[in-house]
C-alpha cells in the first residue's frame, strides 16, 4: 500500500474532527434556539394562564361581591322584618297593658263604690240591729207581761204551760204524721201489690213444679202375709239384721201385706227399702244375703243422688258447682219440710228467683244459685249439729262458693240482715215456694198452736175487745173498742202488732194483721 500524504493524512484525520465540532456547534446552536423558542413558548403560556387567572380572579371577586351584597340584602331586609314584627308585637302589648291598666281603673272604681255601698249597708244594719235590740227588749217586756197576765188568768206556771204546749202539739204532729203515714202507705202498698203481683204472677206461671209429699216412714208391699215370717227369721234374726245393716225400725203388725219402715233420715229408709224389696223379690233372706243387698242398695241409691243433684243443676241452669256439693245437693230427693219435698223447693226458688232477678235487673246467676243451695243445710241437719242455715253457711264456705251466695244462704231465713238485693229475691221466692197453697202441710198441733199464739199476741194489747184468726192463721182480725181505740191508734197497733209477729212466730208466708174498729150508735123508739 502506498503511503499516505501529510495533506491526506491530515484530511483523514481532522477532517471528521472539523466535522464533530461543527456539528457539535451546529447541534448546540439548534439545541440553543429550540430552548429559545420553548421558553418563548413557556412565557407565552404562562403570561395567558397569568391573565386568564387574573380575568378570573376578576370574575370570582365581582360573584363574591354580588353573593355578598345578596346575602347582605337579604340580611338586612329579615332583619328589618324582625324589627317589624316585634315593634308590631311591643305595639300589641302595650295595647293590651293599656287596656288591662283601663280595665284595673274600672275595677279599681268599681270596688270603691262597693266599698262605699257597703260601708253604707254596714251603717245601715248596725241602725237595724239597735232598732231590733230594742224590738226586742220591748217584745221581751211585752211577753213577759203576757206571761204574768196568762199565768194569772190560767192559774198555771210558765213550764205547765209549755208542758201542755208540747204536749198538744205533739198529739197534733201524731196525727199528721199518721195521716201522712195512711197516704204514703195506702200508695206504696198499691204500688207494691200491683208490682208484685205482677211480678209473682209471672215466676209462678213460668216455674210449676210438682211437689211429692214424703213423711218419716216408707211403706214396702209384700206378695203375701206368709213373707212376713221369713223377713222376721228365726228368733228374729233376719229383721235384727236388716235393722243393724240400715239403722231403720221395721214394724211389722197386723197391716194386710205390707211393713213399714221407720227412720228420721231420708237416705237410710231409701236405703232399707231398696234393700228390703229385692230380698222379697229374690226370695232368698239371711243375714249374709242381707248385708249383700244393703251394700247394693247403698250404692244404687248414691248414683240417684247423684243423679238427682246433676238433674237439679240442669233445670236450673246452674253449673260449676263441687262434685260433692252436687251429691250433698242430691240427698235433698229424700228430704221433706212440712211435706214438701226440699230439692224440688230448691228447683222452684231457684227458678223463680232467676225470673224476678231477670224482672228486676239483678244478676240472675247469683240469684239462682243462691235460689239452689239455700236450704243446702238440710241434707245434713240429721248429722251436724245447728241448724240448717249455719250448716249451709258452712258448706258453701267449705266448697268455695262466692260471699253472694254464702250471704243468701245466711239470710233467707233472716238470721242476717239481707245487704243485696239477690237475698232479697231468694229470701222472697224462699216465702212464695213455701207458702202457696198446697206446698206444704203441718200437722194438726202446730196448727192450732199458731193459730192460738196469734190470738194471745193480739188480745195482750189494751183496747182489744176479741180477735180471731182466719184463713189458716193467714189473717188475725182485730176488733178493738172504739172509745179507747181511735183510727190513729189503730193504726199505730196493726204495725206494732205485725212487728210483735215476726218477732215472735216462725211461719210460712204472710199474716195479714186487720185492725177492726167501728162505731155503733143504738137508741130505742118508745
Same mark, same amino acid.
Given at each position: 500500500?502506498?503511503?499516505?500524504?501529510?495533506?491526506?493524512?491530515?484530511?483523514?484525520?481532522?477532517?471528521?474532527?472539523?466535522?464533530?465540532?461543527?456539528?457539535?456547534?451546529?447541534?448546540?446552536?439548534?439545541?440553543?434556539?429550540?430552548?429559545?423558542?420553548?421558553?418563548?413558548?413557556?412565557?407565552?403560556?404562562?403570561?395567558?394562564?397569568?391573565?386568564?387567572?387574573?380575568?378570573?380572579?376578576?370574575?370570582?371577586?365581582?360573584?363574591?361581591?354580588?353573593?355578598?351584597?345578596?346575602?347582605?340584602?337579604?340580611?338586612?331586609?329579615?332583619?328589618?322584618?324582625?324589627?317589624?314584627?316585634?315593634?308590631?308585637?311591643?305595639?300589641?302589648?302595650?295595647?293590651?297593658?293599656?287596656?288591662?291598666?283601663? $280595665? %284595673?281603673?274600672? /275595677?279599681?272604681?268599681?270596688? !270603691?263604690?262597693?266599698?262605699? +255601698? @257597703? *260601708?253604707?249597708?254596714? #251603717? $245601715? %244594719?248596725?241602725? /237595724?240591729?239597735?232598732?231590733? !235590740?230594742?224590738?226586742?227588749? +220591748? @217584745? *221581751?217586756?211585752?211577753? #213577759?207581761?203576757?206571761?204574768?197576765?196568762?199565768?194569772?188568768?190560767?192559774?198555771?206556771?210558765? +213550764?205547765?204551760?209549755?208542758?201542755?204546749?208540747?204536749?198538744?202539739?205533739?198529739?197534733?204532729?201524731?196525727?199528721?204524721?199518721?195521716?201522712?203515714?195512711?197516704?204514703?202507705?195506702?200508695?206504696?202498698?198499691?204500688?207494691?201489690?200491683?208490682?208484685?203481683?205482677?211480678?209473682?204472677?209471672?215466676?209462678?206461671?213460668?216455674?210449676?213444679?210438682?211437689?211429692?209429699?214424703?213423711?218419716?216412714?216408707?211403706?214396702?208391699?209384700?206378695?203375701?202375709?206368709?213373707?212376713?215370717?221369713?223377713?222376721?227369721?228365726?228368733?228374729?234374726?233376719?229383721?235384727?239384721?236388716?235393722?243393724?245393716?240400715?239403722?231403720?225400725?221395721?214394724?211389722?203388725?197386723?197391716?194386710?201385706?205390707?211393713?213399714?219402715?221407720?227412720?228420721?233420715?231420708?237416705?237410710?229408709?231409701?236405703?232399707?227399702?231398696?234393700?228390703?224389696?229385692?230380698?222379697?223379690?229374690?226370695?232368698?233372706?239371711?243375714?249374709?244375703?242381707?248385708?249383700?243387698?244393703?251394700?247394693?242398695?247403698?250404692?244404687?241409691?248414691?248414683?240417684?243422688?247423684?243423679?238427682?243433684?246433676?238433674?237439679?243443676?240442669?233445670?236450673?241452669?246452674?253449673?260449676?258447682?263441687?262434685?260433692?256439693?252436687?251429691?250433698?245437693?242430691?240427698?235433698?230427693?229424700?228430704?221433706?219440710?212440712?211435706?214438701?219435698?226440699?230439692?224440688?223447693?230448691?228447683?222452684?226458688?231457684?227458678?223463680?228467683?232467676?225470673?224476678?232477678?231477670?224482672?228486676?235487673?239483678?244478676?240472675?246467676?247469683?240469684?239462682?244459685?243462691?235460689?239452689?243451695?239455700?236450704?243446702?243445710?238440710?241434707?245434713?241437719?240429721?248429722?251436724?249439729?245447728?241448724?240448717?242455715?249455719?250448716?249451709?253457711?258452712?258448706?258453701?264456705?267449705?266448697?268455695?262458693?262466692?260471699?253472694?251466695?254464702?250471704?243468701?244462704?245466711?239470710?233467707?231465713?233472716?238470721?242476717?240482715?239481707?245487704?243485696?238485693?239477690?237475698?232479697?229475691?231468694?229470701?222472697?221466692?224462699?216465702?212464695?215456694?213455701?207458702?202457696?197453697?198446697?206446698?206444704?202441710?203441718?200437722?194438726?198441733?202446730?196448727?192450732?198452736?199458731?193459730?192460738?199464739?196469734?190470738?194471745?199476741?193480739?188480745?195482750?194489747?189494751?183496747?182489744?175487745?176479741?180477735?180471731?184468726?182466719?184463713?189458716?192463721?193467714?189473717?188475725?182480725?182485730?176488733?178493738?173498742?172504739?172509745?179507747?181505740?181511735?183510727?190513729?191508734?189503730?193504726?199505730?197497733?196493726?204495725?206494732?202488732?205485725?212487728?210483735?209477729?215476726?218477732?215472735?212466730?216462725?211461719?210460712?208466708?204472710?199474716?195479714?194483721?186487720?185492725?177492726?174498729?167501728?162505731?155503733?150508735?143504738?137508741?130505742?123508739?118508745?
Amino acid at each position: 500500500m502506498a503511503l499516505l500524504s501529510s495533506t491526506e493524512v491530515v484530511l483523514y484525520v481532522f477532517l471528521p474532527i472539523i466535522g464533530l465540532i461543527v456539528g457539535a456547534v451546529v447541534g448546540i446552536v439548534v439545541f440553543k434556539m429550540i430552548q429559545t423558542k420553548k421558553i418563548g413558548d413557556a412565557k407565552q403560556t404562562a403570561n395567558k394562564m397569568i391573565e386568564d387567572a387574573v380575568n378570573e380572579a376578576k370574575d370570582l371577586r365581582k360573584t363574591a361581591a354580588k353573593e355578598a351584597k345578596e346575602q347582605l340584602d337579604k340580611e338586612r331586609n329579615d332583619l328589618e322584618r324582625k324589627m317589624r314584627d316585634r315593634e308590631s308585637n311591643l305595639s300589641r302589648q302595650e295595647q293590651r297593658i293599656i287596656q288591662r291598666e283601663e $280595665s %284595673l281603673d274600672k /275595677k279599681e272604681q268599681a270596688i !270603691d263604690r262597693k266599698s262605699e +255601698e @257597703l *260601708d253604707n249597708q254596714r #251603717n $245601715s %244594719l248596725a241602725q /237595724k240591729h239597735a232598732d231590733a !235590740d230594742k224590738l226586742k227588749a +220591748e @217584745l *221581751d217586756d211585752a211577753n #213577759n207581761r203576757i206571761l204574768d197576765e196568762i199565768q194569772h188568768i190560767s192559774q198555771m206556771t210558765k +213550764e205547765e204551760a209549755k208542758a201542755k204546749l208540747i204536749d198538744a202539739i205533739r198529739d197534733e204532729a201524731k196525727h199528721d204524721a199518721a195521716k201522712m203515714v195512711r197516704e204514703i202507705d195506702a200508695e206504696a202498698r198499691e204500688e207494691a201489690d200491683k208490682r208484685a203481683q205482677k211480678l209473682v204472677a209471672l215466676a209462678v206461671q213460668r216455674c210449676a213444679v210438682d211437689h211429692s209429699s214424703e213423711i218419716t216412714v216408707s211403706t214396702v208391699a209384700l206378695p203375701n202375709d206368709e213373707m212376713k215370717g221369713r223377713i222376721i227369721g228365726r228368733e228374729g234374726r233376719n229383721i235384727r239384721a236388716l235393722e243393724t245393716a240400715t239403722g231403720c225400725d221395721l214394724i211389722i203388725d197386723d197391716t194386710p201385706e205390707a211393713v213399714v219402715l221407720s227412720c228420721f233420715d231420708p237416705i237410710r229408709r231409701e236405703i232399707a227399702r231398696i234393700a228390703l224389696e229385692k230380698l222379697i223379690s229374690d226370695g232368698r233372706i239371711h243375714p249374709g244375703r242381707i248385708e249383700d243387698l244393703v251394700e247394693k242398695a247403698k250404692k244404687e241409691v248414691d248414683v240417684k243422688v247423684k243423679e238427682a243433684g246433676e238433674n237439679a243443676m240442669y233445670e236450673t241452669g246452674v253449673f260449676g258447682l263441687n262434685p260433692e256439693l252436687v251429691r250433698i245437693l242430691g240427698r235433698l230427693r229424700f228430704r221433706t219440710s212440712y211435706g214438701q219435698n226440699v230439692l224440688r223447693h230448691s228447683i222452684e226458688v231457684a227458678n223463680l228467683a232467676g225470673i224476678m232477678a231477670a224482672e228486676l235487673g239483678a244478676d240472675v246467676a247469683l240469684a239462682k244459685r243462691g235460689g239452689l243451695l239455700h236450704d243446702i243445710g238440710k241434707a245434713l241437719d240429721h248429722e251436724i249439729e245447728g241448724t240448717h242455715v249455719s250448716i249451709g253457711v258452712d258448706v258453701a264456705k267449705k266448697y268455695k262458693e262466692s260471699k253472694g251466695v254464702v250471704h243468701c244462704i245466711a239470710a233467707h231465713h233472716n238470721d242476717v240482715e239481707p245487704e243485696t238485693i239477690e237475698a232479697i229475691i231468694v229470701q222472697c221466692c224462699d216465702a212464695i215456694s213455701g207458702a202457696r197453697p198446697g206446698a206444704r202441710r203441718e200437722s194438726l198441733d202446730n196448727y192450732v198452736k199458731r193459730l192460738e199464739k196469734l190470738e194471745e199476741i193480739a188480745n195482750s194489747y189494751e183496747g182489744v175487745e176479741k180477735s180471731f184468726a182466719v184463713q189458716a192463721g193467714r189473717e188475725i182480725r182485730i176488733i178493738v173498742k172504739p172509745e179507747v181505740i181511735d183510727d190513729v191508734k189503730a193504726l199505730y197497733m196493726s204495725k206494732e202488732i205485725a212487728k210483735q209477729i215476726e218477732q215472735d212466730m216462725q211461719y210460712p208466708g204472710q199474716i195479714k194483721v186487720n185492725v177492726i174498729r167501728e162505731t155503733r150508735a143504738v137508741e130505742y123508739a118508745k
